[in-house]
Structures are given as C-alpha cells and as structure tokens.
Nanobody, 132 residues
Framework: QVQLVESGGGLVQPGGSLRLSCAAS????????IGWFRQAPGKEREGVLC????????YYADSVKGRFTITTDNAKNTVYLQISNLKPEDTAVYYC?????????????????????????WGQGTQVTVSS
C-alpha cells in the first residue's frame, strides 16, 4: 500500500524550530520528486519546495528560502523538513507529496506544482502552529 505519513508538527513559539518528517511506504522516495505544501487558515494551499535525488534537484520558494531546509534519508525512505526561526505566518497544515519525474527531466516551479508535476501521492498533513 502506497502511503506518505507526515509527523513532527506542533505548537511552537515564534523564533523556534521544528523538524517535520515525511515517511514513505509502498514506493521508494528517491525515484520521485518530493514536494512540501502548506495551507494556512483561509488561504490556498502553497507548494514551498521540492527535492529530487533522481533529478539532482532542490528548489525553495522565495517565501521560505533561508529558513527551510529539506534533506532525505534514503535508508529510512524519509524526507525531513527543518524549519527555523518560525513566524506566526508559518502557521499552517504542512503536507508532503510525491510526483513522478518529468520524462525529459524538465522542471518548472509553481505554487500549485512545486515539483513541476501534479502529485501522485499525498500525505495526510501535520499541523504547525506558531504562537506565543
């Protein structure tokens, strides 16, 4: 059974840090592009970054550059999202999603498709709340 499971969300004070995990089962992460999305209350879902081992690709949207860091552990089939200096505007449900690579290897970021392709698999999301 194909599954993506996020974890690591919670309540954190402004300026704090969190590490979110996205664990895959039923497929290998390193053969897909993995994107992270977030959806704040009352706002549309926004794709903020993408990583792909097969494409040698890592992309961060301008809104998260410098504070978000994505890494992969292929042995654990898990992707990690480290978020530092959290701000109240980071409050959102965070989702990971897996997209098959483009056959020609092409890539173009958009907020709806941070990995350039529609996701094939989605996780259930994890809530991050930044508040004092």
């Amino acid at each position: 059974q194909v599954q993506l499971v996020e974890s690591g969300g919670g309540l954190v004070q402004p300026g704090g840090s969190l590490r979110l995990s996205c664990a895959a089962s039923g497929f290998t992460l390193d053969s897909y592009r993995i994107g992270w999305f977030r959806q704040a209350p009352g706002k549309e879902r926004e794709g903020v970054l993408c990583i792909s081992s097969s494409d040698d690709l890592t992309y961060y949207a301008d809104s998260v550059k410098g504070r978000f860091t994505i890494t992969t552990d292929n042995a654990k089939n898990t992707v990690y999202l480290q978020i530092s200096n959290l701000k109240p505007e980071d409050t959102a449900v965070y989702y990971c999603a897996a997209s098959a690579p483009a056959p020609d290897g092409s890539y173009h970021y958009s907020p709806a498709r941070p990995c350039g392709r529609p996701p094939d698999y989605w996780g259930q999301g994890t809530q991050v709340t930044v508040s004092s």
